[in-house]
């Protein structure tokens, strides 16, 4: 039995942190949350050269042929940081080239995304609530042309290739210099990652033979990637909200003194603490426990998306007026946990699908 | 990371199997209740082959085993699958036992350790009184030297098992003039004498599991103390070093929680099963996150405490986690049972009463918060997670009344 990370995933995370504290902090994380693309191709480089675009993708593509709970750990270190870019679309743009393109796609664009020479992303959502493969409407034409809109891309605007998921569950590759792709900005509320629309006309794409079986199990480590983020981002409103009562004084003592605060900050601890098993959990079962993989990785967005959101309204709480200003950073992290919470669908979702899956 | 146990351990699981295949149960029968004799001997067998009474030396009748949490952990899964006994239940094992071997005297080992660990001989444990709850050191219970013997005074509550025990082990003020925690002795004392009054203590669910125990000029030897006078609170919180059961809460928990979906299964709402209601369905898919973060967590907990390393917080989270789920399981019980949750859990069936099978739901709702509050109430929970898990500071009252 052994359910914990290794020395070197430990030493990864540690090397993210100390990254972004150094080249991010929150000073400079507000001034890309405040500008216009939210893009710092800087920093973005910098996170390249700690290697975390190819961990998952193997070693001939350039990459470091590692697995989803790696990917997962950088994703909770991003979340903690509050890092800005464009990590998770591209993560999943090259797990979906890898696992469901031809040799020749995979030889084009996986050297790539791993060194960071080009960006992907993941076009899954669409109007009304659609994310899940089975529910895509848009179609590809003769499986080599696009009408209609995508929604919610992650950084669409800077990427250089797409993933679309399309009618009949299946995946095409979109390249978004191509004719026939125009790319709007949408006003999302986490303005570290960025969102945009995409609305194909006549669009030129190329299917990823294997998409069909493949999307599942893309939107299964993004629901994996989401929970990791949300709970790197709870611990750090937990950190802040301890950091604050044990600093801020009211009555001749610090505020941490009294029993109402203290167990509300227990009570944010609790609620977020376990849950750090179930997203190791659900991203160990994506590589090594399949007849467990899709059902633990809806679980693990549900129940931590839904916890952080929570403790982020907790941690407001718990700073007092400040808390409710732009200038405490507690709203950064709230706004990060809003997006983790709808993206790829709500908690509400996940569960349904959970007791389906469970043949409740 | 890898959820099998490994070679060695999944060869130690086939030898434990092969031992219960030939001598749990007596007889190979299955249908009969043990004796008394057989569970007797059995435990005394599976002891030789050093699956019981691990932590105990053997010139204590124990078969003193290194700590192995997933030995410990393979030989729950195991027993229990058969149903064959495990080390006596209750406080004598899980807290005396383990006491006596750290800080006890030798004669005390001795005369107290092996019939214990037979399960010959039951504990009760005197620590609470009615108004020392959480401030468990402002304790007022009075014990006497007077001559060869102490006299001991007062009233203790809360006590599991008085009623059956042979002697309790007793925080008592035996320095009255120290400060709170310096006070404080670790008597043990025979619970069958003429200065002990056991009262039951009826609880809201109908049930009795616990007493009252007065002590009136209850005496008991001078030399039945653990520790030195004025060190009982320090012996009381002895740091033990035994097997912890990281994944025992957790399995309680979601075997609890199988049980609701079977209640979500078997119950209606308007002829249709309620496990087909949207908003049910929701309920139950929450509940189970809790229910896997407290499962896997146990695997954490398994894994560091297996390498001798500290799992942080998340072991401090273990009570508080449990009584949460059960709290949710119990509210979602009870909206299942609709109707039947005007039923009383302990009433005697009588003829031309409607009979329903989900009383013990309606019991559950009503435990889940006894559970919630003994061994220390959820807040004085969250007041060590706040304080030892994020370092807040102490309570000013309690920092003023600590003596510190």
């Given at each position: 039995?052994?359910?914990?990370?290794?020395?070197?995933?430990?030493?990864?995370?540690?090397?993210?942190?100390?990254?972004?504290?150094?080249?991010?902090?929150?000073?400079?994380?507000?001034?890309?949350?405040?500008?216009?693309?939210?893009?710092?191709?800087?920093?973005?480089?910098?996170?390249?050269?700690?290697?975390?675009?190819?961990?998952?993708?193997?070693?001939?593509?350039?990459?470091?042929?590692?697995?989803?709970?790696?990917?997962?750990?950088?994703?909770?270190?991003?979340?903690?940081?509050?890092?800005?870019?464009?990590?998770?679309?591209?993560?999943?743009?090259?797990?979906?080239?890898?696992?469901?393109?031809?040799?020749?796609?995979?030889?084009?664009?996986?050297?790539?995304?791993?060194?960071?020479?080009?960006?992907?992303?993941?076009?899954?959502?669409?109007?009304?609530?659609?994310?899940?493969?089975?529910?895509?409407?848009?179609?590809?034409?003769?499986?080599?042309?696009?009408?209609?809109?995508?929604?919610?891309?992650?950084?669409?605007?800077?990427?250089?290739?797409?993933?679309?998921?399309?009618?009949?569950?299946?995946?095409?590759?979109?390249?978004?210099?191509?004719?026939?792709?125009?790319?709007?900005?949408?006003?999302?509320?986490?303005?570290?990652?960025?969102?945009?629309?995409?609305?194909?006309?006549?669009?030129?794409?190329?299917?990823?033979?294997?998409?069909?079986?493949?999307?599942?199990?893309?939107?299964?480590?993004?629901?994996?990637?989401?929970?990791?983020?949300?709970?790197?981002?709870?611990?750090?409103?937990?950190?802040?909200?301890?950091?604050?009562?044990?600093?801020?004084?009211?009555?001749?003592?610090?505020?941490?003194?009294?029993?109402?605060l203290k167990h509300q900050l227990a009570n944010m601890a609790v609620e977020l603490e376990p849950s750090r098993a179930l997203f190791w959990y659900a991203a160990h079962?994506?590589?090594?426990?399949?007849?467990?993989?899709?059902?633990?990785?809806?679980?693990?967005?549900?129940?931590?998306?839904?916890?952080?959101?929570?403790?982020?309204?907790?941690?407001?709480?718990?700073?007092?007026?400040?808390?409710?200003?732009?200038?405490?950073?507690?709203?950064?992290?709230?706004?990060?946990?809003m997006f983790d919470r709808a993206f790829l669908g709500t908690p509400a979702v996940h569960r349904e699908r959970s007791a389906q899956l469970a043949d409740w | 990371m890898?959820?099998?146990?490994?070679?060695?351990?999944?060869?130690?699981?086939?030898?434990?199997?092969?031992?219960?295949?030939?001598?749990?149960?007596?007889?190979?029968?299955?249908?009969?209740?043990?004796?008394?004799?057989?569970?007797?001997?059995?435990?005394?067998?599976?002891?030789?082959?050093?699956?019981?009474?691990?932590?105990?030396?053997?010139?204590?009748?124990?078969?003193?085993?290194?700590?192995?949490?997933?030995?410990?952990?393979?030989?729950?899964?195991?027993?229990?699958?058969?149903?064959?006994?495990?080390?006596?239940?209750?406080?004598?094992?899980?807290?005396?036992?383990?006491?006596?071997?750290?800080?006890?005297?030798?004669?005390?080992?001795?005369?107290?350790?092996?019939?214990?660990?037979?399960?010959?001989?039951?504990?009760?444990?005197?620590?609470?009184?009615?108004?020392?709850?959480?401030?468990?050191?402002?304790?007022?219970?009075?014990?006497?030297?007077?001559?060869?013997?102490?006299?001991?005074?007062?009233?203790?509550?809360?006590?599991?098992?008085?009623?059956?025990?042979?002697?309790?082990?007793?925080?008592?003020?035996?320095?009255?003039?120290?400060?709170?925690?310096?006070?404080?002795?670790?008597?043990?004392?025979?619970?069958?004498?003429?200065?002990?009054?056991?009262?039951?203590?009826?609880?809201?669910?109908?049930?009795?599991?616990?007493?009252?125990?007065?002590?009136?000029?209850?005496?008991?030897?001078?030399?039945?103390?653990?520790?030195?006078?004025?060190?009982?609170?320090?012996?009381?919180?002895?740091?033990?070093?035994?097997?912890?059961?990281?994944?025992?809460?957790?399995?309680?928990?979601?075997?609890?929680?199988?049980?609701?979906?079977?209640?979500?299964?078997?119950?209606?709402?308007?002829?249709?099963?309620?496990?087909?209601?949207?908003?049910?369905?929701?309920?139950?898919?929450?509940?189970?996150?809790?229910?896997?973060?407290?499962?896997?967590?146990?695997?954490?907990?398994?894994?560091?405490?297996?390498?001798?390393?500290?799992?942080?917080?998340?072991?401090?989270?273990?009570?508080?986690?449990?009584?949460?789920?059960?709290?949710?399981?119990?509210k979602l019980a009870l909206d299942l049972l609709e109707e039947d949750g005007l039923l009383d859990p302990i009433a005697t069936p009588r003829a031309g009463y409607r009979?329903?099978?989900?009383?013990?739901?309606?019991?559950?709702?009503?435990?889940?918060?006894?559970?919630?509050?003994?061994?220390?109430?959820?807040?004085?929970?969250?007041?060590?997670?706040?304080?030892?898990?994020?370092?807040?500071?102490?309570?000013?009252?309690?920092?003023?009344?600590?003596?510190?």
């Amino acid at each position: 039995m052994n359910f914990d990370i290794s020395e070197e995933q430990q030493l990864l995370q540690q090397m993210i942190r100390q990254f972004l504290e150094k080249e991010c902090p929150t000073q400079r994380l507000r001034e890309i949350f405040e500008s216009d693309t939210g893009f710092d191709a800087a920093l973005w480089k910098g996170m390249v050269e700690l290697g975390i675009t190819g961990l998952h993708l193997e070693d001939s593509y350039g990459g470091a042929g590692l697995e989803l709970i790696d990917l997962a750990l950088v994703g909770e270190s991003l979340g903690y940081g509050g890092a800005p870019g464009p990590f998770f679309g591209h993560a999943l743009a090259g797990l979906a080239i890898q696992l469901a393109g031809s040799e020749e796609q995979k030889r084009a664009w996986l050297p790539r995304l791993a060194s960071g020479d080009a960006i992907g992303t993941v076009a899954l959502g669409e109007a009304n609530g659609i994310w899940q493969p089975e529910e895509w409407q848009l179609v590809a034409d003769g499986s080599s042309v696009l009408t209609g809109e995508k929604l919610n891309v992650p950084f669409a605007s800077i990427a250089d290739v797409i993933v679309v998921g399309v009618a009949g569950g299946g995946l095409v590759l979109v390249e978004s210099s191509a004719v026939g792709v125009d790319i709007q900005p949408i006003e999302g509320v986490d303005r570290s990652r960025r969102i945009d629309s995409i609305r194909f006309e006549a669009a030129p794409c190329v299917p990823l033979p294997n998409g069909e079986a493949v999307a599942p199990r893309v939107r299964d480590a993004g629901l994996v990637l989401l929970a990791a983020d949300a709970f790197g981002g709870g611990s750090r409103l937990v950190d802040m909200s301890v950091e604050y009562a044990k600093t801020r004084e009211q009555f001749g003592v610090t505020i941490g003194h009294f029993q109402a605060l203290k167990h509300q900050l227990a009570n944010m601890a609790v609620e977020l603490e376990p849950s750090r098993a179930l997203f190791w959990y659900a991203a160990h079962a994506f590589d090594h426990i399949p007849v467990e993989a899709e059902r633990a990785a809806a679980t693990a967005k549900a129940h931590i998306s839904d916890r952080v959101m929570q403790i982020a309204r907790d941690a407001v709480e718990a700073h007092g007026g400040i808390g409710f200003t732009w200038e405490c950073d507690v709203q950064l992290w709230f706004k990060r946990a809003m997006f983790d919470r709808a993206f790829l669908g709500t908690p509400a979702v996940h569960r349904e699908r959970s007791a389906q899956l469970a043949d409740w | 990371m890898d959820l099998s146990y490994g070679k060695e351990y999944e060869d130690f699981r086939r030898e434990v199997r092969d031992f219960l295949g030939s001598n749990w149960p007596p007889g190979g029968d299955a249908d009969r209740f043990p004796t008394k004799e057989e569970t007797a001997t059995f435990r005394d067998l599976a002891t030789e082959q050093g699956y019981l009474r691990r932590s105990i030396p053997k010139q204590y009748g124990g078969s003193d085993q290194p700590p192995d949490e997933i030995r410990g952990s393979i030989l729950r899964e195991e027993f229990s699958r058969l149903r064959a006994p495990m080390d006596p239940p209750g406080i004598g094992m899980m807290m005396l036992v383990p006491t006596l071997l750290e800080r006890g005297e030798e004669w005390q080992k001795q005369k107290f350790v092996p019939p214990t660990a037979r399960g010959d001989v039951i504990w009760c444990q005197g620590y609470s009184e009615p108004g020392s709850g959480s401030d468990l050191a402002s304790l007022k219970t009075r014990g006497e030297l007077v001559g060869d013997e102490w006299v001991i005074n007062g009233q203790k509550i809360w006590t599991s098992g008085a009623r059956d025990a042979h002697y309790m082990f007793c925080l008592t003020r035996t320095e009255p003039e120290q400060p709170k925690h310096a006070g404080i002795s670790y008597l043990l004392l025979d619970m069958k004498q003429p200065g002990i009054d056991v009262r039951p203590l009826k609880q809201m669910t109908g049930g009795a599991d616990f007493n009252e125990v007065f002590l009136t000029d209850a005496r008991t030897p001078k030399d039945w103390i653990v520790g030195k006078r004025g060190e009982g609170w320090l012996v009381s919180r002895t740091t033990l070093k035994h097997e912890r059961n990281s994944i025992g809460a957790a399995a309680q928990s979601n075997a609890v929680f199988q049980g609701l979906i079977q209640l979500a299964k078997s119950t209606q709402r308007s002829g249709r099963p309620n496990i087909d209601d949207p908003a049910i369905r929701q309920r139950l898919a929450e509940i189970e996150g809790y229910v896997r973060a407290h499962e896997y967590s146990g695997f954490r907990q398994l894994t560091k405490n297996s390498r001798g390393e500290n799992p942080g917080i998340i072991q401090m989270m273990n009570k508080l986690n449990s009584t949460n789920i059960g709290d949710r399981v119990a509210k979602l019980a009870l909206d299942l049972l609709e109707e039947d949750g005007l039923l009383d859990p302990i009433a005697t069936p009588r003829a031309g009463y409607r009979p329903s099978a989900n009383r013990s739901w309606i019991t559950q709702y009503m435990y889940s918060l006894g559970i919630a509050v003994a061994g220390g109430t959820a807040n004085i929970q969250r007041n060590v997670i706040g304080e030892r898990g994020l370092g807040l500071p102490r309570d000013v009252y309690a920092e003023r009344s600590s003596g510190k």
